[in-house]
């Protein structure tokens, strides 16, 4: 009896459902309960002041396009007034092709056409009407995306790269109120501080540079972050932080980024700084005497850096006004470069593009694909003897192949490789030789120039100047030219990164007769120069009369040096010169034993000061 009280409830409720459904067969067309959606991203708000930065705008909005966040979840605030050149026209032009992409968008000038506040003595200095100024705005932003019940907001200065697209997500998953992406620059300035001092000014650490230089990872409470920055507005104690008013305990001399980190330290919030991966790219500040136009070349040699790592693009939503190049104080400049390595090729040529240098590509000649046959034909003869200091092997195909692509930029001709650009053929009384693997020093094209205005104005009888080496000879310093700053007498050196040659050294170097003793380029330059150290291999070179100088501080470096990522060497990696069966890859079996050609070399014992952060 008990077994069947309890199933009446059972066959009723069966019951029941064959009535609702009409027969048992209909349960079985019951679809799954469906999952749920996925939340919404968060809504961000970007804030965008520029001022004067029409030069830095097309790329630094192609960051902000190529940001991997949805753009219906992004709101533009945007604001720019006393403008010299056309920031303001590429704003708007900007903001008026994005507009439908992003959830909304706010631009935000003035009818006032003053170029300058009262009391500015130029477009660096930052007079107390100007800070104010400036942290109006950015209180202006911060009060928009509250209004919009906005979840964060980016300030990013509008000379920032933001190179890595993922760099939103990632600040957001960090889950802090206040935090950076750590953003690099050619020095160890950075957008954080480590240390503060009483009048609230930067104050060095021992923390700065391992945290700078990615030696501790990860999110790093820090007394000041700026430039570019998330604040996550959903917190209860964001609702305390201002830029403006000033607080009213505040204690230090007007500066936006220092009233800020006072405001979050009355609020409770601390700063966090994040290094976990590569975010951006900054340029390092300007002192209050410097130029617009010296502005504009520092941005260039910053998106240069970039450009080693990222194939940069400006925004596909402004006029791309193309940039006057011309060719410094040369008669050509000549670019040597492998056919098969294109990704060098295109990263020189933007780079050389946004440095408005003019360049006529030269081919490499590839030192694997030259065969035995081809050396017998040209004549070619190892140097008796020679071995690398390093490894102590012989000459390989691939040093080879990169003396031939100097020679030919050298000599009026060579059998089996038609020529159509040669210093000695065109009577070019002085040309740039640069090779593919690269990286600019800051200000390169005026520095660069300059000196080359020096030695002519002191009549200097040269026929060779590296521009790009690394020393070898480190114990002594080397002696200065007289009456040309920034040049010096070169001892023992490698590379051949870049040099400027003349009309009379490139005749030198070909009376030499160097294709019947090879040996690698960057050994014969010193030996031409009568500074190498091994004076049995000068003994084949009668005159050894080359008029050598080097640019001091150096203007080129190796974009990448042996063992780092990314490093690749086609002289070292190829076939003994006289045996196409042996294969050799010297650099990467002798990175973590000895020294090796491609490395960075020893640094100056008289040159050796502390690099600073700011």
Same mark, same amino acid.
């Given at each position: 009896?008990?077994?069947?009280?309890?199933?009446?409830?059972?066959?009723?409720?069966?019951?029941?459902?064959?009535?609702?459904?009409?027969?048992?067969?209909?349960?079985?067309?019951?679809?799954?309960?469906?999952?749920?959606?996925?939340?919404?991203?968060?809504?961000?708000?970007?804030?965008?002041?520029?001022?004067?930065?029409?030069?830095?705008?097309?790329?630094?909005?192609?960051?902000?396009?190529?940001?991997?966040?949805?753009?219906?979840?992004?709101?533009?605030?945007?604001?720019?007034?006393?403008?010299?050149?056309?920031?303001?026209?590429?704003?708007?032009?900007?903001?008026?092709?994005?507009?439908?992409?992003?959830?909304?968008?706010?631009?935000?000038?003035?009818?006032?056409?003053?170029?300058?506040?009262?009391?500015?003595?130029?477009?660096?200095?930052?007079?107390?009407?100007?800070?104010?100024?400036?942290?109006?705005?950015?209180?202006?932003?911060?009060?928009?995306?509250?209004?919009?019940?906005?979840?964060?907001?980016?300030?990013?200065?509008?000379?920032?790269?933001?190179?890595?697209?993922?760099?939103?997500?990632?600040?957001?998953?960090?889950?802090?109120?206040?935090?950076?992406?750590?953003?690099?620059?050619?020095?160890?300035?950075?957008?954080?501080?480590?240390?503060?001092?009483?009048?609230?000014?930067?104050?060095?650490?021992?923390?700065?540079?391992?945290?700078?230089?990615?030696?501790?990872?990860?999110?790093?409470?820090?007394?000041?972050?700026?430039?570019?920055?998330?604040?996550?507005?959903?917190?209860?104690?964001?609702?305390?932080?201002?830029?403006?008013?000033?607080?009213?305990?505040?204690?230090?001399?007007?500066?936006?980024?220092?009233?800020?980190?006072?405001?979050?330290?009355?609020?409770?919030?601390?700063?966090?700084? =994040?290094?976990?991966? *590569? #975010?951006?790219?900054?340029?390092?500040? %300007? /002192?209050?005497?410097?130029?617009?136009? &010296?502005? +504009?070349?520092?941005?260039?040699?910053?998106?240069?850096?970039?450009?080693?790592?990222?194939?940069?693009?400006?925004?596909?939503?402004?006029?791309?006004?193309?940039?006057?190049?011309?060719?410094?104080?040369?008669?050509?400049?000549?670019?040597?470069?492998?056919?098969?390595?294109?990704?060098?090729?295109?990263?020189?040529?933007?780079?050389?593009?946004?440095?408005?240098?003019?360049?006529?590509?030269?081919?490499?000649?590839?030192?694997?694909?030259?065969?035995?046959?081809?050396?017998?034909?040209?004549?070619?003869?190892?140097?008796?003897?020679?071995?690398?200091?390093?490894?102590?092997?012989?000459?390989?195909?691939?040093?080879?192949? =990169?003396?031939?692509? *100097? #020679?030919?930029?050298?000599?009026?001709? %060579? /059998?089996?490789?038609?020529?159509?650009? &040669?210093? +000695?053929?065109?009577?070019?009384?002085?040309?740039?030789?640069?090779?593919?693997?690269?990286?600019?020093?800051?200000?390169?094209?005026?520095?660069?120039?300059?000196?080359?205005?020096?030695?002519?104005?002191?009549?200097?009888?040269?026929?060779?100047?590296?521009?790009?080496?690394?020393?070898?000879?480190?114990?002594?310093?080397?002696?200065?030219?007289?009456?040309?700053?920034?040049?010096?007498?070169?001892?023992?050196?490698?590379?051949?990164?870049?040099?400027?040659?003349?009309?009379?050294?490139?005749?030198?170097?070909?009376?030499?007769?160097?294709?019947?003793?090879?040996?690698?380029?960057?050994?014969?330059?010193?030996?031409?120069?009568?500074?190498?150290?091994?004076?049995?291999?000068?003994?084949?070179?009668?005159?050894?009369?080359?008029?050598?100088?080097?640019?001091?501080?150096?203007?080129?470096?190796?974009?990448?040096?042996?063992?780092?990522?990314?490093?690749?060497?086609?002289?070292?990696?190829?076939?003994?010169?006289?045996?196409?069966?042996?294969?050799?890859?010297?650099?990467?079996?002798?990175?973590?034993?000895?020294?090796?050609?491609?490395?960075?070399?020893?640094?100056?014992?008289?040159?050796?000061?502390?690099?600073?952060?700011?």
């Amino acid at each position: 009896m008990l077994s069947l009280a309890v199933s009446m409830p059972v066959q009723l409720l069966f019951s029941v459902v064959i009535t609702w459904f009409g027969s048992s067969d209909a349960l079985m067309d019951l679809e799954p309960i469906r999952a749920e959606s996925p939340l919404l991203r968060p809504k961000v708000m970007i804030a965008i002041l520029a001022r004067n930065s029409e030069h830095s705008l097309p790329f630094y909005l192609g960051c902000i396009e190529r940001l991997d966040y949805p753009k219906d979840r992004i709101a533009i605030w945007a604001a720019t007034d006393h403008n010299t050149d056309n920031t303001t026209a590429m704003l708007q032009e900007w903001l008026s092709g994005m507009e439908s992409l992003y959830h909304s968008v706010r631009f935000r000038t003035t009818d006032d056409d003053r170029s300058s506040y009262v009391d500015e003595l130029g477009p660096k200095h930052w007079p107390d009407s100007r800070f104010t100024h400036v942290m109006k705005l950015k209180q202006a932003a911060l009060r928009s995306a509250r209004a919009q019940w906005a979840d964060y907001i980016l300030f990013a200065d509008s000379d920032n790269l933001l190179t890595n697209p993922d760099v939103l997500t990632k600040l957001i998953a960090e889950n802090r109120t206040l935090v950076a992406p750590m953003l690099e620059s050619r020095t160890l300035y950075s957008n954080f501080w480590c240390g503060m001092s009483m009048q609230g000014y930067y104050k060095r650490t021992e923390e700065y540079i391992p945290i700078r230089n990615w030696k501790r990872i990860g999110c790093h409470a820090v007394p000041m972050i700026h430039s570019t920055m998330l604040l996550d507005l959903r917190r209860n104690s964001s609702k305390a932080l201002a830029f403006y008013p000033v607080h009213q305990t505040y204690p230090w001399a007007l500066d936006d980024i220092m009233v800020f980190s006072f405001s979050a330290r009355q609020a409770g919030v601390q700063m966090f700084v =994040c290094n976990r991966e *590569h #975010y951006g790219y900054l340029p390092i500040p %300007l /002192s209050v005497q410097q130029t617009l136009d &010296e502005e +504009v070349e520092s941005f260039s040699h910053t998106l240069t850096e970039a450009m080693l790592e990222y194939p940069l693009e400006p925004s596909r939503y402004l006029y791309n006004l193309q940039k006057n190049k011309d060719r410094l104080a040369f008669d050509e400049i000549y670019l040597i470069n492998l056919e098969r390595r294109e990704d060098r090729r295109d990263r020189m040529l933007r780079s050389l593009e946004v440095l408005g240098i003019e360049v006529t590509l030269s081919d490499a000649v590839d030192g694997k694909a030259l065969n035995s046959s081809q050396l017998q034909a040209l004549g070619i003869e190892m140097l008796p003897d020679y071995q690398d200091p390093y490894s102590g092997r012989v000459l390989t195909r691939g040093e080879v192949g =990169c003396f031939l692509s *100097h #020679y030919n930029i050298w000599t009026q001709n %060579l /059998s089996g490789f038609p020529l159509e650009l &040669e210093v +000695v053929k065109q009577q070019q009384q002085q040309v740039l030789v640069l090779e593919d693997d690269v990286r600019f020093e800051l200000n390169f094209k005026s520095r660069l120039n300059t000196i080359m205005e020096d030695a002519k104005r002191a009549q200097l009888n040269w026929d060779l100047i590296y521009v790009g080496r690394k020393r070898l000879q480190v114990k002594r310093p080397e002696n200065w030219v007289k009456g040309v700053k920034n040049l010096v007498n070169p001892d023992y050196s490698y590379w051949t990164l870049g040099y400027a040659l003349s009309l009379q050294g490139a005749k030198k170097l070909l009376d030499a007769q160097p294709l019947s003793k090879m040996l690698p380029v960057d050994e014969f330059l010193p030996v031409m120069f009568n500074k190498h150290p091994k004076k049995e291999y000068m003994a084949h070179f009668e005159q050894r009369n080359l008029l050598a100088f080097s640019v001091e501080p150096l203007l080129l470096y190796p974009t990448h040096y042996t063992g780092e990522p990314g490093y690749t060497s086609d002289t070292e990696t190829s076939t003994i010169w006289d045996d196409e069966n042996k294969a050799t890859d010297w650099d990467r079996q002798l990175t973590h034993k000895k020294r090796n050609r491609g490395d960075a070399g020893p640094t100056p014992t008289w040159n050796r000061g502390h690099g600073d952060e700011l």
